[in-house]
């Protein structure tokens, strides 16, 4: 599978992306179910790119994150508005 980076995303972070979604996906829909009418918590790590629950959301889950800073939950706020 080929994944197409935009320029302002190096390699590095470009290899590190399947790992963190392939883990956040595998824990949202393969150890359990996640879907519409589910609760999702992101403890500690809402703001990280596995802690983001954007799959979570996607799959059109309810989603809490608890975050270790204002500006932490500045950025969940702003990743909350995305469609």
Same mark, same amino acid.
């Given at each position: 599978?080929? *994944?197409?980076?935009?320029? $302002?995303? $190096?390699?590095?972070?470009?290899?590190?992306?399947? *790992?963190?979604?392939?883990?956040?996906?595998?824990?949202?829909?393969?150890?359990?179910?996640?879907?519409?009418?589910?609760?999702?918590?992101?403890? $500690? +790590?809402?703001?990280?790119?596995?802690? $983001?629950?954007?799959?979570?959301?996607?799959?059109?889950?309810?989603?809490?994150?608890?975050?270790?800073?204002?500006?932490? +939950?500045?950025?969940?706020?702003?990743?909350?508005?995305?469609?």
């Amino acid at each position: 599978m080929v *994944i197409p980076l935009p320029d $302002s995303v $190096s390699f590095v972070e470009g290899a590190a992306f399947p *790992i963190q979604v392939l883990t956040a996906y595998h824990m949202l829909h393969t150890a359990d179910s996640t879907g519409p009418g589910r609760t999702v918590l992101v403890h $500690s +790590a809402a703001a990280r790119g596995a802690g $983001s629950g954007a799959a979570g959301k996607a799959a059109g889950a309810r989603v809490f994150g608890t975050v270790s800073s204002d500006a932490k +939950a500045r950025l969940v706020r702003e990743h909350a508005r995305m469609p």
